[in-house]
Each structure stands twice: as C-alpha cells, then as structure tokens.
C-alpha cells in the first residue's frame, strides 16, 4: 500500500510540474517579424567590381543591369530579438530578343548572404535590410547599374 500511494504522489507532482511548465511556455511572448514596405539589396557587378545598394518597393520592378528583381515580402525582427531581415524575392534575367530566364525564387536572409544570395555569371544580389511602412507609397527612383 505505501508504494501505490508514492506512485500516485509521484505522477501527481510530475503533473503538477507538467502543467506549471506548459503554462510558463504559453504566457511567453513571442516577438514576431514587423512587415515593411521597401527591401533594401545589394548588388556586385562582377564585371566592373563594383557594388551597388538599391531599394526596391514590394510588388515593383527594379532592374539591376540586365536582372529585373521583384521583392514579394520583407520583414524585419524587432530590436529585442537577434537583428534578422529577411525577403522574399523574384529574379528574372531579361536580354533583348530573349524568352525571360527566371533565376531565383525564394526567401533572402540579411544574416546568412552566402546560404540564399542570387549568384549568376555577372551579378551577385543579396538582401540587406527592410525599410518603411506599407501604408507609404513607394518613392520613384532610378534603376541601378
């Protein structure tokens, strides 16, 4: 008989701290990534060796050299939590009397450039940071390269 009544007090408390601990992992609170409206890249002309730094408004066009880069999401993590932005991004090649060469779909990390960067012949494009509301409209600004 003592030893059923040490099994229950056992599973009871094992319960108890169970239950206590769930409770302390669900009142946590999580610092979700903020959207923002503009991707800011960075871009290397292998060619030249020079690197560029251009924005580009979510769902618009920009066009670097001979790559048209569209940016679908940008978001950034609050200041209290591991610095991240991250993007995801459509790349395409245009050439004149060429079909259009998708090259790259996919989210882009500011933390990890090499795992999620476009690497092509030419140019190397990378996300570098996430800028401005979505409510603002999207400045004009010239294409880069």
């Keep these: 008989m003592v030893q059923i009544g040490q099994k229950r007090v056992f599973l009871w408390t094992a319960l108890v701290g169970f239950a206590g601990a769930l409770t302390i992992a669900m009142s946590a609170t999580v610092a979700f990534a903020t959207p923002y ?27 670097f050299g001979t790559l048209e880069i569209i940016a679908r999401h940008c978001d950034k993590r609050p200041p209290e939590e591991t610095p991240e932005s991250s993007a995801f991004v459509d790349i395409s090649e245009v050439r004149n009397g060429e079909p259009t060469n998708n090259l790259f779909r996919g989210w882009m990390f500011a933390s990890s450039p090499a795992l999620s960067a476009l690497e092509h012949p030419v140019y190397d494009v990378w996300v570098l940071d996430c800028t401005g509301t979505l409510d603002e409209p999207p400045a004009e600004q010239p294409a880069a390269n």
């Design 37 to 63: 409206g503009t991707a800011v890249f960075q871009g290397l002309d292998k060619v030249t060796a020079r690197v560029y730094t251009f924005e580009a408004p979510l769902g618009r066009v920009v066009r």
